[in-house]
């Protein structure tokens, strides 16, 4: 008994001894921790310390080095949402409820001075790195870079990432939505990875790479890794994205409660396509029939009303290449209020599944501590859509005109998965109330000019209140770093850092009458640009959203001046009444040009979409031919040979099982645009699927015979000009089979997003008869597929890339 009494207090002192060591080395570690030099990341390890002791009991451990985050760092999201108009929620005066935004802005901080850059990815790179656009080498999207600095499409490295400074800090990170800060080159299986998410400082990524994609069946990536389309029919990607944040948050929390995290989520909505389930889409019937100019002057009414924008504002004059409402046929009335019907249950749903994914912040016990940044638009609304909208987007992008009478055809689906539909142009005139223009045109505040929206309980004592200091997307990651109490990092994995071009706003949190600390903003897309400083701004619009080409050259254009302190909408321009103020401020958007390369400024468009004419990397470079084999998947367009507007041959060597064939065998595209060679039956043929309006098949008559087979597709492509049509030959085993006339092709883009794939077709089908991802998966055995291009005579290549450039552009540009 006494010997068991004895053992037991042995145990129990050791037991103390041993948690009075552990707090000691807890303690050390945390003083360490707290005394970091944070100025240089990841933060060095400290020396090994070398030992003369033989056994470990006898020897003192050193401190385990972990770097955590400040005591009481916040954990931190982001919610970008793509595309929204300053004039479209409620929370700015506008028709749309979003619950979430206003409950945010009820509890926190509403901004109603508040800037983008007027465009997708260049707003993307300058808010996660805290530098101008150009800085980051984002002047345009990514797709369209060139080979200028500010203008390449790919991020430096010296201009590290928020998500990364806050990862070496100690924070869990992770990224869910919409990338597009990717150089297009760089998106194949080849990589490199380095300006992926996972590379970019996201420990996660569960998104989209590129601009924009299929809600209902879009083309995902888990890190770099592919995700399989999901078979569930009510699948939406909004819905999906959510459940994985959701389960992120919750998961990190269990594991780590005391490790903060920051999440970046940026839904594809409300980009186009504008796809929403059909019981969302109900609710909103019949709220938009007074039309645009009405809705546009009801949501400046309560804007004045509320207080989000000045008493003595006015409302900025309407484009002129947007029709009066009251001047619209019935038809076309009927189809754009279906249209903005489709958009308004877009941001709707997109504003609910928000409100899920902050509740499971909530759900943790963090909500007081968690600091939310809800920007309400990357830039302006898009009108993109044109004068009557699309039912599909790449009509647009391939110069195809649609007409009323047809899109009335897909009113009653307009939002579901038979459409890739956006809405009129006159929509996003009146979303952007007070101002005059739209996405696209960074000289307008209707353009750059967002809500935000700041939320953190523990930190900001201020609630339902607004803020009118100027600020720019480059002030939020330096806020983060200031919340967080980190310390801006000189070097980073390596690499000196250029400094920060943003100001921290967490001056404004409990001060609503502070001074601007942010006096001086430059912003510039393709030729579009401005300059503000203390108040005053001078413009130039160069090009509307609308207009195919620039209105003047770079050197003619006419500037216009602007009292900002006085002139909240822009309405007055005084550059005939203050020539020195103008020439001024002239003189300082050059200084800040050159500074931030800007310079030089490139207002092409038809020429950026090819790669060769603009200095910009291209995968395939000259080459002419591409061979494939089975697996091959995936192959977004930018990576894969280009087969538009010239003659091509497709070689497959097979090995056709007992039984009967069938399934894809190599296939571009998908339900929108694209084409394929396939086998159905046993049958060899090949589909050319004209925008989803004219569908091609070139069948052979006789089914293939078990075994290797060679399948050869020969197309003749007219020439004289893009988009133009040619004869198709089918040939098996060197025999032709059948022939036929495809009259049109797509000159510009076949999808977004859409793929490539040989012995399956990914996403969406081309050829709805064989179906897509493992329906349309070929049962047989490919050997061997090669693609060979054969360029035009000089001339006629020379016009079929000028029309090519035409179609592309439209796409590009609306990304």
Not at 63 to 87: M, Q, S, T
Not at 98 to 110: C, D, K, M, V
Not at 151 to 176: C, D, H, K, V
Not at 258 to 276: E, I, L, Q, W
Request: hydrophobic fraction near 40%; glycine fraction near 8%.
């Amino acid at each position: 008994m006494k010997d068991g009494m004895k053992i037991v207090s042995m145990m129990l002192f050791l037991v103390v001894v041993l948690v009075i060591g552990a707090r000691a080395q807890a303690a050390e570690t945390k003083t360490e921790t707290a005394t970091l030099d944070r100025t240089v990341l990841p933060v060095p390890e400290p020396n090994r310390p070398l030992y003369k002791e033989l056994d470990a009991r006898n020897a003192k451990m050193p401190p385990n080095f972990e770097v955590k985050a400040p005591a009481g760092a916040p954990n931190v999201i982001i919610i970008l949402i793509d595309d929204l108009g300053f004039g479209a929620t409620e929370t700015y005066g506008g028709p749309i409820p979003t619950p979430t935004l206003q409950r945010l802005a009820q509890e926190g901080l509403r901004y109603n001075n508040f800037h983008t850059t007027a465009l997708c990815s260049p707003t993307r790179a300058a808010l996660k790195s805290g530098r101008n656009h150009h800085t980051v080498n984002m002047g345009f999207i990514t797709e369209m870079g060139t080979g200028f600095p500010g203008a390449t499409g790919q991020i430096p490295n010296a201009t590290a990432p928020l998500a990364e400074m806050l990862r070496l800090n100690g924070y869990s990170t992770a990224a869910f939505g919409k990338w597009h800060e990717t150089a297009a080159w760089e998106t194949s299986v080849s990589g490199p990875f380095d300006r992926w998410p996972t590379h970019q400082g996201f420990d996660k990524f569960y998104g989209f790479i590129g601009g924009e994609t299929n809600q209902w069946a879009p083309y995902l990536f888990d890190g770099v890794t592919p995700v399989e389309l999901s078979h569930d029919p009510n699948y939406h990607f909004m819905t999906d994205m959510t459940d994985k944040a959701v389960a992120w948050i919750k998961y990190q929390k269990a594991i780590t409660p005391d490790k903060p995290f920051f999440v970046y989520f940026a839904p594809g909505a409300t980009h186009a396509p504008h796809h929403v389930p059909q019981e969302w889409i109900a609710k909103w019937k019949g709220k938009f029939d007074q039309g645009w100019d009405k809705m546009r002057e009801e949501t400046f009414a309560r804007q004045l009303k509320t207080g989000i924008i000045p008493q003595g504002t006015k409302l900025a004059p309407k484009p002129a290449a947007i029709r009066d409402w009251d001047k619209l046929s019935v038809d076309e009335k009927r189809l754009y209020t279906r249209q903005m019907e489709v958009y308004a249950a877009y941001l709707d749903y997109t504003d609910s599944e928000i409100g899920r994914m902050l509740k499971a912040v909530e759900d943790t016990g963090q909500a007081d501590n968690t600091l939310v940044f809800y920007i309400a638009g990357d830039n302006g609304s898009s009108a993109e859509g044109g004068e009557h909208g699309v039912f599909n987007e790449y009509t647009y992008f391939n110069a195809v005109p649609e007409k009323v009478a047809d899109m009335l055809k897909f009113m009653d689906k307009w939002g579901g998965p038979e459409t890739y539909p956006h809405y009129a142009s006159g929509w996003a005139i009146a979303m952007d109330s007070p101002f005059t223009w739209t996405k696209q045109v960074a000289s307008d505040f209707g353009g750059t000019r967002n809500g935000l929206v700041v939320y953190w309980p523990k930190g900001i004592k201020a609630k339902n209140e607004m803020r009118s200091q100027f600020s720019h997307v480059i002030d939020v990651a330096p806020t983060i770093l200031e919340a967080a109490k980190l310390t801006e990092p000189k070097v980073v994995n390596g690499t000196p850092q250029v400094p920060m071009e943003g100001v921290s706003m967490a001056y404004t949190f409990d001060d609503a009458k502070a001074k601007d600390r942010h006096t001086t903003q430059y912003f510039e897309i393709a030729g579009n640009r401005a300059i503000y400083h203390d108040g005053w701004m001078a413009r130039v619009i160069h090009r509307a959203a609308w207009e195919t080409k620039p209105r003047t050259t770079l050197d003619k254009d006419v500037w216009e001046l602007y009292d900002v302190r006085n002139d909240y909408s822009l309405s007055n321009d005084l550059a005939k009444k203050e020539p020195k103020k103008l020439a001024e401020m002239q003189a300082l958007f050059m200084q800040e040009a050159e500074k931030y390369h800007v310079l030089p400024m490139d207002d092409r468009t038809l020429e950026r979409s090819i790669a060769a004419m603009v200095g910009r990397p291209d995968l395939m470079g000259d080459r002419t031919s591409l061979t494939l084999a089975e697996g091959m998947t995936g192959m977004m367009e930018n990576v894969f040979i280009n087969v538009k507007n010239k003659s091509k041959t497709i070689t497959a060597e097979v090995e056709v099982p007992q039984g009967s064939a069938n399934g894809a065998i190599i296939v571009q595209g998908g339900r929108f645009g694209g084409w394929a060679l396939y086998v159905k039956d046993g049958v060899p043929a090949y589909d050319y699927n004209f925008l989803g309006l004219q569908r091609t098949t070139i069948a052979s008559a006789k089914k293939l015979a078990p075994g290797k087979n060679t399948i050869k597709f020969d197309f003749a492509y007219d020439g004289g000009g893009p988009g133009k049509g040619g004869i198709g030959t089918l040939f098996v085993n060197n025999e032709k089979v059948a022939a036929g006339r495809i009259e049109n092709t797509q000159a510009g883009i076949f999808s977004a997003d859409e793929t490539a794939d040989v012995g399956i077709d990914l996403g969406t089908p081309v050829v709805e008869a064989i179906g897509s991802e493992a329906k349309s998966k070929f049962n047989g055995h490919i050997t061997k597929v090669t693609v060979e291009v054969k360029l035009m005579k000089a001339p006629d290549k020379a016009e079929a890339e000028k029309g090519q450039k035409e179609a592309a552009k439209k796409k590009a540009i609306s990304d």
